[in-house]
């Protein structure tokens, strides 16, 4: 059974930091493209950042962008979110996500997702 299971998530306030994790049963995440989805409340699901299978390409929001960094270490079978700086708008359900085809990630449909963990920003 392929689970993918976020951790980091939590309540903090406006310029502080979280860095997201998203840990793998069941997949190699080093065969895999990943990436960082949000859906705040009533909006629609956004990718927030991507990377490929071997690292050397990523794509980042343009909101976080300066703010936010993917990355990933395949020994660990992990993948990162680092934020910093962040915001009220950063506010959302975070979604690890990953895909043997890039393409899919950058589409929107990645095969597998995580359950998300909630990050807010408030003072």
């Known amino acids: 059974q392929v689970q993918l299971v976020e951790s980091g998530g939590g309540a903090v306030q406006p310029g502080q930091s979280l860095t997201l994790s998203c840990r793998s049963s069941g997949l190699v995440l080093g065969n895999y493209a990943m990436a960082w989805f949000r859906q705040a409340e009533g909006k629609e699901r956004e990718r927030v950042a991507s990377?490929?299978?071997?690292?050397?390409?990523?794509s980042t929001l343009g909101a976080v962008k300066g703010r936010f960094t993917i990355s990933r270490d395949n020994a660990e079978n992990t993948l990162y979110l680092q934020m910093n700086q962040l915001q009220v708008d950063d506010t959302a359900m975070y979604y690890c996500a990953a895909d043997q085809d890039y393409g899919q990630i950058l589409e929107g449909r990645p095969r597998y997702w995580g359950q998300g963990t909630q990050v807010t920003v408030s003072s």
């Open positions: 990377i490929n299978v071997n690292g050397g390409t990523r």
